[in-house]
């Protein structure tokens, strides 16, 4: 088995298995040797043809599917058209899902740190929460691994900040 080095991606890689691939429910068609994270992002909570409904069916079954790895990209973004309350609410509900499934949780998270710490201290996640393309400074780094956040980090990032969190966070 290869160990996936890229734990978020939205494209399939070359070589099967060499990285977690990002799907929506609604869309998920594994490829052989592939690994996944399925999820409700806030981008398209509410701008699909696809009931939220059905969303939410289709992501119950595949959290069970044997190259489902993790649950997510689900987050909250005050940039994206789905008020904050309905993001909140589907996040939490695919937070509770992660922890039944014993998945870890990929999360997209733009300007609404102090919703996630509120949701993570009110749900008490025992799986690990991984905020995904962190590119921000050591100090708030510093502020999501006190509060036992991972962090993965993509193309841009600030150096000091990947220098500090410790490898088991990563």
């Not at 992002?41 to 289709?58: D, G, M």
């Not at 909140?88 to 499934?101: H, P």
């Not at 102090?114 to 690990?128: A, F, H």
Request: hydrophobic content about 40%; proline content about 7%; aromatic content about 8%.
């Amino acid at each position: 088995m290869i160990i996936p080095a890229d734990i978020h991606t939205h494209c399939q890689p070359e070589v099967p298995g060499e990285a977690i691939v990002n799907c929506f429910p609604e869309t998920f068609v594994p490829q052989l040797e592939g690994w996944y994270s399925v999820g409700i992002h806030p981008w398209y909570i509410t701008s699909s043809t696809v009931s939220l409904a059905e969303k939410k069916r289709c992501l119950e079954e595949l959290l069970y599917h044997p190259q489902v790895l993790a649950m997510g990209e689900a987050g909250l973004d005050k940039l994206a058209d789905a008020s904050l309350p309905l993001q909140r609410e589907v996040f939490e509900y695919q937070a509770r899902l992660a922890e039944e499934t014993d998945k870890p949780l990929v999360i997209h998270l733009v300007k609404a740190v102090d919703e996630l710490l509120k949701l993570k201290q009110k749900i008490r996640p025992v799986k690990p929460w991984i905020i995904h393309g962190f590119r921000g400074k050591a100090v708030l780094a510093e502020e999501y691994l006190r509060h036992g956040f991972h962090l993965s980090f993509g193309e841009r990032y600030q150096e000091e900040a990947l220098r500090i969190v410790p490898s088991d966070r990563l």
